[in-house]
């Protein structure tokens, strides 16, 4: 059976809900909203279908396969449970006939809605589980103060900055699902970190469909925070989460950065370890035309040279991105375009997608479609030549000390752990896997920084010795 996510919550009878959230991290992030005003108005969760009076399923709606996976769970949840609520992305999408999906192949649905829906939830919960009436339940504690639930282990979480995009890539649905940019108030996004932090969190991902473009759909408003004046900005809030993260000595994160000119000034806060010297810029494709097919924000700046700025300005620098392989129309000159971009660029992390066509993309319409086997031998020889950089740059960190942040260490790490460095995001990255320590006095906890010396290299993961 699908797991269904249960928070820690305090034990009291009140409507039980059961919860399966599936995709990205961005619908986490609207899974832990919903479930933090569950909380708040007194709804308990409940581990199994069966166990639940109601079951909501956030779903995913981004490529075929997440759009099966999602069908299919909300048919487990209809055939083991019968009352069930679908949000999330999938929610938003119609069938060539212009009807809901998920109605037309799920019609005894309760409720249907498109993503970063809290309200509507909460309505369509509320019709159909009344809230229950305890003023007492007002009271119970949420686990992070204005920041709610989090679905994450209790050391890291996603701070969500905007929702939507303004943006058309070709090849991309969301902004038909998700609308176009809406930066969320710079007070409310800083006061939420530091309530994280308050919290025990270590380590903050910054998501959006667009960092770099944050505030953009406000004009980069003044807002204000503890009592003073702030720009919604994505220069001024990279520098305000490193000050708030400072005094609890935890880690900032940047994730979905599009290389625009206005990145250069984030990357001296990276040097100086204001903010991890870690970028997570999803650049698809090396060649201009082919970004031109793809209408690639920041298609025209200079991708590698770039990078080669940022790079001398500071060195440590991890780069993470993800690419398109088979791209409609892609000629083998564009492809190894895109190979020789990848050893030049040193592109630390790659993730790379045999380009499939997605239902409602405009990139469908364009000619040109390579075979399948085409896009998957492409695929698999992105992949070849970026393990090989990929590994290289790793095994540079043979010697070195490591700051790693522990996700997991049974017995107090007397059998050794597994932890991330600066370089690895959790879910995404490879991991440092932890030896036991030779100091018998040296423990290591879930949640804590340990220095590591790195002893060596395994594919995309780094062996390493607590000290
Ligand atoms: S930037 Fe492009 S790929 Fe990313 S969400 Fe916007 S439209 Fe989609």
Known sequence: MTDVLTPSQPAHTAPKVGFV?????????????ILTQLSAEGYQTSKTFQGADLVIVNTCGFIDDAVKESLD?????????????????LGAKTTDGGENMVRQMHPKVLAVTGPHATQEVMDAVHLNLPKPHDPFLDLVPQSFGVAGIKLTPRHYAYLKISEGCNHRCTFCIIPSMRGDLVSRPIGDVLSEAKALFEGGVKELLVISQDTSAYGVDVKYRTGFWDGKPVKTRMLELVQALGDIAEPYGAWVRLHYVYPYPNVDDIIPFMATGRVLPYLDVPLQHSHPDVLRRMKRPASGEKNLDRLQQWREACPELVVRSTFIAGFPGETEAEFEHLLDFIREAQIDRAGCFAYSAVNGATANDLPGMLPIELREERRARFMAVAEEVSAARLQRRVGSVMQVLVDSAPALGRKGGVGRSYADAPEID????????EKISKTLKVGEFTKARIVSAQGHDLVALPI
């Open 21 to 33: 959230s599936l995709g990205c991290p961005k619908a986490l992030t609207d899974s832990e909203l």
């Open 73 to 89: 769970t909300i048919g487990e949840a209809l055939a083991e449970n019968g009352r069930v609520i679908v949000t999330g992305c």
């Open 430 to 437: 490879g991991v440092v896997r932890l030896l036991p320590p």
